[in-house]
Structure formats: structure tokens, C-alpha cells
């Protein structure tokens, strides 16, 4: 054996250390030698574990891992060398692993164990990854549950964790309703208590109508539905799922479990299940496939009976940065250059359902720091940001857009974003809090950046105050992204050539170069992508959305125009012959960047003019 880990020089494992003698069992080389020998760690940082083992307590690898002084797969890759055992880098595709041997292994068991089947090797037995591989006696479990003879193999714990989400979530995708539900103060007992945030893949033995509704939602986030829509008819109940901005049918189920349905849905969201006559509103957190879902419930009494529809709310999309969300490089320059200002207004505008919220968010979290006080007046507060204070609106106890826009004024706010300017009373507030020194964000709607300035003065507020106080006016439509699996490229027509705002000849020739913007290809000169369709995307040609903007920066000519009291048209056409890019060629520049479809984008800006 070496004499210091710095040097350290492992032996085959088992062989013999003399000729012509009985070979002696040397001790199993400790972790901190291996993992110098392996070149996962020097002998300062090692020296500098053990002092904080000393410390702190706890496995040597733990604390490690902890104070990042080695990498996860290092020390799998150590554990496995000191354990005799095979060493699995790579995991096999979820998808992959065999359904047969995930269904004997419960999920919980495999989470807490860090354990997961992962297919069967060339002889037939099966290759289980484990991540602690000391755990015999969690080796000896699996085979029981398996019912065969194991061979185990190392991994890190987080890629094994991240698989059994996977495998454990194509597994539950599938549930269906198989029995009828209980009957009678049964079924009210079974939904009169609200679950804790657990794993909802971890509910594999729950009654049907809790499994039903579980994979609902999970096929929902799985698909990326936006909304949930439960639907009862004459015959049976109709799930559709709003996906990409399209409503499309999911599944049905008999009339028979519409109640038990709807009363899950409620006892999730915590509302009244025995209030079947009036609209409710509610909320829903969860874990699904080991991330959280927040989910905003809504229901309506018809016809029919109640109709519930749920909005899945994607932390993750509007948690992204300002260059996430499809801004061009020169638009994106030019946001940032208002968010940052000391006072003004900033207003988004757009439809209900075209990414205002997630581009206000990223706005807030682009600009929020230790020394700036943020406050928000929303309607509903779709998600908790840090660092940020707030307040959901509640007309019922008059707390309104206006009131508590009023009552902010007196909390020394730098920054306050108002869920929507509807009305003359919020609109005047949010100007004198701009000229009193504050940077304010809101939204309008109204189809173009333009048309924000008249529908201010429409509300009542003189044309000087709107002209001083804003300073840029951004549009916005979704637009859906093709499938990176099966769009192709054409060359398109020249009629849509001209109908984008391009010239022909030099977008044959590839003479367009745009602002770079996340998420652009290059396509072949003088092509576009068309969208065809295939299993990835359920053959509707698409997968996932981009934005396209319209910033009206307000100018000096702007700002004339305004106290001239100068219609929408007269603004717009002064801003684009001052270089705004519209709408529809920021959708274009978007087409000739692979992001979207010709198509897309001539539909969405339908109603914009262009």
C-alpha cells in the first residue's frame, strides 16, 4: 500500500499479493485514498474533508458532496470501486427500462432506497442501479419484490432519482377509471381530508377515482397543457386539454363518476364539496413526477353539472430570463433600457392568453435586487416571487387594483406592477405613482402597442399626463413553435414572401440577417419551415411557443403626437417609419430564424393590420 493518498496505487481487486504463499485479505482501501487515486480530489482537499468530517459529522463522501469538493459520479464511481462493484455512468433511456419490472417495485420504496430497475443483461438477469451500495439488504428487498436474482451496478442518486421520476411517470400515464367508486357517506368519508404535498406518482394503491384524477394532471404536465378542462355532458364527461394554445380532447369518462370527479377536484383545491349551485375559485399545489405543480381551480354550475377547468401554472416558464422568452437581441437591449429606468411606465399589452404575465415576471426578476423595494397588485398572484411583495385583489372586501395600488404609495415602493389597468381610477393612480418618482408595469388590452395611448385617453386621463409619464409600450402575441422532429424545409411562395413584409429576392438569396434571438437555426437560403406531424407531436406539426413583440418606445415625435391627441393609426405609422419593428416582422424575422411557420404568424397578426 502506498504511503500517502497522494500516491495511492490501487491493485486488480483479488489478486494475490505474493507467489508461492497463501494471499492475505488486505482491508478495503478507504474512500479518501480512492478517490485521490482516481483523480477525483488532491490531498489538500481531502485533508480539508476530513477536517470538516471532524467537524461537522457524517460520511466522508456526504461531506464532500456537501461542500462541493467532489462531483456526485466521482464518488459513485469510488463507492463502486470499494464496494467490488460495476460502475453505470450512463443510465438507459427511461422510456427504456422495462415496464414488467418498475411495476413490482414501488415507487416509494425505490425513492427512498435509491434503487431502480434498469433492464435485463444478456443472460437474463436483471441490472439493478442502486446508489448507496452498502445497502445489502436493500439489494436482497429488490430481489424479493423482483422475484429473481439481481446484478447491481453504482449510479449517482440524483440520476437514478431523476429516472424513477421518469419511468415511474410513462408508468402512471396510463391509468383509467377500472371499477365503480364507493357509494354513499363512503365516498364522502374517502374525500373528506385534503392530502399532504406528496408525490402524486406515489399513490399507486389509492381508489380509482384518485388514480383518474392523478393521471389527468399528470398527462396534462406531460403533454404541456396550459388549462384543463372538465366538461360534463349528457352521456358521459369530456377532458380537453388546452395545449400550445389549442383545445383538443383527452379523454372521457362514464356520467356516472361526474360527481366523484368534480368532488376530487374540490377536496384538492380545498372548496366547498357540497356547494354545487355557485361558482368556486381555489388552488392546488402538488408534486408530480418529483416537481412541484401549482394549479389554479375554477368551477361553474351548467347544465349539465359543474364544469371545472384548471390551469396548470408552469413555474418554470415564467421564472425564465428576458433572453429565455424570444426577445431579439435589439429589442431585448432596448427593454432592458426602460426596466431599468428610475420612473415611467412600462405597459405590456395583448389578448388574455398571450404571455403578458410570464413577460412581466421576467421583467421583475431581471431588475429585482436587495435594493429595490418591489411590490405587486395581481389578479390572482400567479406565482410567488422572493424578494417581492404580493397582493392578490379582493373585490369582495374592496381591495382593488386602485386601492391597493393607493395604499402602496405609502410603502416606499421602487417598483410596482399592476395586474391590468381596467379602468380610469387605476390608470390615474399608476401615472402620479410614475411622476412621483416610481417605475410602474402593467398591461392593456388592445391588438397593437399604439393603440395603449388612445385606450388611456379613452378612460379619461388628459393626453400630457399620458404623453409624460410612459416609456414604452410593448405588444405581444404566442405563436407556436414546429417540431424539431418532423418540420421541414420548403421554399415558399412568393405571394407569402411579400405577405411577411420581405423582399423576395434577397430572402431567396439568403441576404436576411436578423438579431440573434435564443433558440434560432439556420435554414437552408431562401426556405422556411413547414409543419408536417408525427408521434412527438400528436401529428399536429408543433411542440412548445415563442413570442413575438412590437416595442413602441416613446420619443419625443411620440410624445407630440400624443398631446396632438393623434389617433392610433397616425402613432403607429410615426413609430414605424422611425424603425419600431411590428408584430407581424418580428414574426417574420422569427420565420426566416426557423422559431415558427409563415402560417403562424400571418394568423396571429390577423387582426394587427399589418
Same mark, same amino acid.
Given at each position: 500500500?502506498? =504511503? ?7 491493485? %486488480? ?9 497463501? %494471499? ?20 489538500? @482537499? ?158 399507486? $394503491? ?19 397543457? =396550459? ?16 395545449? $400550445? @394554445?389549442?383545445? +383538443?380532447?383527452?379523454?372521457?369518462? &362514464?356520467?356516472?363518476?361526474?360527481? =366523484? ?19 368556486? $375559485? ?24 359543474? +364544469? ?33 429606468? %428610475? ?36 389578479? &390572482? ?90 416609456? @414604452?409600450?410593448?405588444?405581444? +402575441? ?5 417540431? %424539431? ?57 408543433? +411542440? ?49 430564424? @426557423? ?16
Amino acid at each position: 500500500m502506498a =504511503s500517502s493518498p497522494a500516491t495511492y496505487d490501487l491493485p %486488480p481487486m483479488g489478486d494475490p499479493t505474493a507467489i508461492g504463499v497463501a %494471499p492475505s485479505i488486505p482491508p478495503p482501501p478507504l474512500l479518501g485514498e480512492i478517490l485521490v487515486a482516481q483523480g477525483a480530489a488532491n490531498s489538500e @482537499g481531502l485533508a480539508r474533508a476530513l477536517e470538516l468530517q471532524r467537524e461537522e459529522g457524517g460520511l466522508l463522501g456526504e461531506v464532500m458532496l456537501r461542500h462541493r469538493l467532489i462531483e456526485e459520479d466521482h464518488l459513485a464511481k469510488a463507492l463502486a470501486w470499494q464496494s467490488d462493484m460495476p460502475y453505470q455512468r450512463d443510465l438507459p433511456l427511461a422510456e427504456e427500462i422495462p415496464a414488467e419490472l418498475i411495476e413490482k417495485l414501488p415507487i416509494n420504496f425505490a425513492k427512498q432506497r435509491s434503487v431502480l430497475p434498469l433492464m435485463r443483461d444478456v443472460a437474463g438477469r436483471v441490472v439493478v442501479a442502486i446508489g448507496d451500495p452498502s445497502a445489502v439488504e436493500t439489494i436482497d428487498a429488490v430481489a424479493v419484490l423482483l422475484g429473481e436474482p439481481v446484478d447491481p451496478v453504482v449510479a449517482a442518486p440524483s440520476k437514478i432519482l431523476e429516472h424513477i421520476n421518469k419511468a415511474y411517470a410513462r408508468l402512471r400515464g396510463g391509468a383509467e377509471l377500472e371499477s365503480t367508486p364507493k357509494k354513499g357517506g363512503e365516498e364522502e368519508e374517502e374525500f373528506g381530508q385534503a392530502e399532504e404535498l406528496v408525490d402524486m406518482l406515489d399513490a399507486n $394503491d389509492e381508489a380509482p377515482i384518485i388514480r383518474w384524477v392523478n393521471s389527468l394532471i399528470f398527462q396534462a404536465v406531460k403533454d404541456r397543457a =396550459s388549462d384543463i378542462h372538465i366538461e360534463p355532458g349528457e352521456r358521459d364527461v369530456v377532458v380537453r386539454y388546452r395545449v $400550445d @394554445g389549442n383545445l +383538443r380532447e383527452a379523454k372521457r369518462a &362514464p356520467k356516472k363518476f361526474q360527481n =366523484s370527479i368534480n368532488a376530487r377536484v374540490k377536496i384538492m383545491a380545498g372548496l366547498n364539496i357540497a356547494e354545487k349551485r355557485l361558482p368556486q $375559485d381555489g388552488r392546488i399545489r402538488r408534486k408530480m413526477a418529483g416537481k412541484d405543480v401549482d394549479m389554479r381551480v375554477a368551477t361553474v354550475p351548467t347544465a349539465t353539472g359543474e +364544469r371545472t377547468t384548471i390551469r396548470l401554472l408552469d413555474r418554470a416558464s415564467v421564472m425564465l430570463g428576458l433572453p429565455d422568452i424570444g426577445f431579439p437581441a435589439d429589442t431585448l437591449e432596448q427593454v432592458r433600457s426602460i426596466i431599468n429606468r %428610475p420612473h415611467g411606465i412600462l405597459l405590456v399589452t395583448g389578448p388574455t392568453g398571450s404571455g403578458k404575465t410570464t413577460t412581466l415576471y421576467s421583467c421583475l426578476s431581471e431588475i429585482n435586487s436587495p435594493d429595490k423595494n418591489i411590490l405587486t397588485v395581481e389578479d &390572482p398572484v400567479e406565482y410567488q416571487l422572493e424578494g417581492i411583495s404580493q397582493t392578490q385583489i379582493n373585490p369582495k372586501i374592496e381591495l382593488t387594483f386602485a386601492s391597493g395600488l393607493r395604499s402602496f404609495l405609502r410603502h416606499d415602493p421602487d417598483v410596482i406592477m399592476v395586474g391590468e389597468i381596467r379602468d380610469r381610477e387605476t390608470a390615474e393612480i399608476a401615472i402620479t405613482a410614475s411622476l412621483t418618482g416610481h417605475l410602474v408595469f402593467s398591461t392593456v388590452h388592445t391588438n397593437d402597442a399604439a393603440g395603449a395611448i388612445t385606450r388611456l385617453v379613452d378612460m379619461g386621463i388628459e393626453p400630457f399626463l399620458v404623453a409624460s409619464s410612459l416609456v @414604452g409600450l410593448l405588444a405581444q +402575441r404566442l405563436v407556436r413553435r414546429p417540431c %424539431p422532429d418532423c418540420a421541414r424545409p420548403v421554399r415558399p411562395s412568393e405571394s407569402l414572401v411579400l405577405e411577411l413584409g420581405l423582399e423576395p429576392s434577397k430572402f431567396y438569396a439568403g441576404g436576411y440577417k436578423f438579431p440573434d434571438v435564443k433558440g434560432m437555426r439556420t435554414l437552408p437560403a431562401g426556405t422556411m419551415l413547414e409543419a408536417v406531424g408525427c408521434p412527438a407531436c400528436r401529428q399536429e406539426g408543433y +411542440r412548445g411557443r415563442t413570442a413575438i413583440y412590437e416595442l413602441l418606445m416613446i420619443t419625443s415625435q411620440v410624445r407630440r403626437l400624443c398631446l396632438d391627441k393623434a389617433d392610433a393609426g397616425t402613432i403607429r405609422n410615426a413609430a414605424l417609419a422611425a424603425g419600431m419593428v411590428s408584430l407581424r416582422f418580428d414574426g417574420a424575422r422569427k420565420v426566416v430564424q @426557423g422559431m415558427t411557420t409563415a402560417e403562424e404568424v400571418m394568423l396571429t397578426t390577423a387582426e394587427t393590420g399589418d
